[in-house]
């Protein structure tokens, strides 16, 4: 009895220290790539990364508004760290440990990058009410998988294609390439944090 106790111990231990490691590896994954976006868009335009679509719209990233037509604007950790049991609670799953940490970490506008020289968005959190948002969003895309009878995914990264997204599978936590509506899917990573790490900055 105390061996049993003792291994479904060790369990949960090794279980929280997995959670503990992924969930640094993706911050790490993201603090790197915002750091090497602010380098990238400085080198490139001599300023903080620049948006003329986002004046007017609040965010604790704003630095500075130029002339009510451009804000300049810095990616922001959040502290604490958001989570995503609305969405949970509603479609009374739960996700994939990596969707929360991607999407609760930092506030952010949307990141230009490309994979393996494929351009695509990476999808970020500009502001409180943008989170809101996402999650009525990510809740409405599992509900129309679920009556489709498809495996869940989140959606993190837009492409040059209306049909197609970047998502992280809820059960492998894989990253994919999935084809809307469709069981169709490419795997382009194991993981959030390999996909992540290899991402290149476009700006």
Same mark, same amino acid.
């Given at each position: 009895?105390? %061996?049993?106790?003792?291994?479904?111990?060790?369990?949960?231990?090794?279980?929280?220290?997995?959670?503990l490691l992924m969930s640094n590896s993706i911050a790490s994954a993201l603090s790197s790539i915002h750091q090497q976006y602010l380098k990238t868009f400085e080198q490139e335009h001599g300023t903080l990364p620049a948006s003329a679509e986002l004046v007017g719209v609040a965010s604790p990233c704003i630095e500075e508004t130029k002339s %009510?037509?451009?804000?300049?604007?810095?990616?922001?950790?959040?502290?604490?760290? !958001?989570? =995503?049991?609305?969405?949970?609670?509603?479609?009374?799953? =739960? =996700? @994939?440990?990596?969707?929360?940490?991607?999407?609760?970490?930092?506030?952010? !506008?949307?990141?230009?990058?490309?994979?393996?020289?494929?351009?695509?968005? =990476?999808?970020?959190?500009?502001?409180?009410?943008?989170?809101?948002?996402?999650?009525?969003?990510?809740?409405? @895309?599992?509900?129309?998988?679920?009556?489709?009878?498809?495996?869940?995914?989140?959606?993190?990264? !837009?492409?040059?294609?209306d049909l197609d997204v970047i998502s992280i599978c809820n059960l492998s936590g894989n990253v994919v390439l999935e084809t809307l509506g469709t069981s169709k899917r490419e795997v382009l990573a194991d993981n959030l944090v390999e996909f992540l790490s290899a991402l290149d900055v476009e700006v």
């Open positions: 009895m105390l %061996g049993i106790l003792l291994n479904r111990y060790l369990d949960v231990i090794n279980g929280t220290l997995v959670g %009510g037509e451009v804000v300049y604007w810095k990616p922001v950790l959040r502290d604490p760290q !958001a989570d =995503l049991s609305n969405v949970e609670q509603g479609i009374e799953l =739960l =996700l @994939h440990p990596s969707i929360a940490e991607f999407y609760g970490s930092y506030y952010s !506008a949307d990141l230009e990058m490309s994979w393996q020289g494929k351009p695509l968005t =990476l999808l970020q959190v500009w502001s409180d009410e943008d989170y809101v948002r996402l999650q009525e969003n990510i809740l409405g @895309h599992l509900v129309t998988q679920r009556r489709l009878k498809i495996k869940p995914t989140v959606f993190i990264a !837009a492409i040059d294609s």
